[in-house]
């Protein structure tokens, strides 16, 4: 049995942790297959081809996958509730510029980094996950409701954003998700004590050599599955 790390206050209840985890999680996932919401509603804001939608969800998952060999030394280097507000930030403001640019050359880099944000927020948040488990299979538990939370999210998004998308423009939909993480930074404020996981090891020597050589991998075989057809 792991011991429990007092990330959250003493009054916090577990419920309420496992409902923070919930909602903190809930907006990265739905940024995530955002653009699938509806294909030809944002080809059409985009003025860009459905292919080239297909691709942002692509450049997502590229930035998630290729992050990882670089956060962990992010991770070790915060403060768990500290990391929290700046991954936080970064999708706020992230958003906020997908709904503003028309351009697809600033849409797809934006996705990109979406990507690495949410790498960050999974890791940070399984661990947290991990660490309130009592149970010798607490891994499986948390991966299992990440991945499930993952396979849910195309339907939940089409059900959630048909009638943005019926009244208003696609782009709406970035702007809505900026509000979503407003009710994540103030559960976070209020339940959670600035508590590490893990030692503070110094950023130095970091990997970007093979964060760039990886994201660059997977964006080239991800852009010749989509456009190579």
Same mark, same amino acid.
């Given at each position: ?22 909602? $903190? ?10 653009? +699938? ?15 080239? $939608? ?15 060999? +670089? ?32 351009? +697809? ?20 948040? +399984? ?54 993480? $407003? ?47």
């Amino acid at each position: 049995m792991s011991k429990i790390l007092p990330l959250f206050k003493p009054w916090v209840p577990e419920w309420l942790i496992k409902v923070t985890m919930f909602i $903190v999680l809930l907006p990265s996932f739905i940024l995530f297959f955002l653009p +699938l919401s509806n294909v030809t509603a944002a080809a059409g804001h985009y003025g860009i081809e459905p292919y080239d $939608v297909q691709y942002s969800v692509v450049l997502f998952y590229a930035g998630y996958t290729s992050f990882f060999s +670089l956060e962990r030394r992010f991770f070790s280097y915060l403060a768990t509730k500290e990391y929290f507000y700046i991954i936080t930030f970064i999708q706020i403001t992230t958003s906020l510029l997908c709904y503003i640019t028309n351009d +697809l050359e600033v849409l797809l880099p934006l996705r990109f980094i979406q990507g690495m944000a949410f790498a960050s927020l999974a890791n940070l948040s +399984l661990s947290i996950i991990f660490n309130r488990l009592k149970s010798e299979r607490s891994r499986e538990i948390g991966y299992s409701v990440f991945f499930g939370m993952l396979i849910c999210m195309i339907p939940f998004n089409n059900l959630i954003t048909a009638d943005l998308i019926d009244s208003y423009n696609f782009n709406t939909l970035y702007k809505s998700a900026v509000f979503t993480f $407003v009710p994540c930074l103030i559960l976070l404020g209020i339940t959670m004590n600035n508590v590490r996981l893990n030692i503070k090891f110094p950023l130095y020597q970091l990997d970007w050599a093979s964060f760039i050589l990886y994201g660059s991998i997977l964006s080239l075989v991800g852009y010749i599955c989509v456009y190579g057809q």
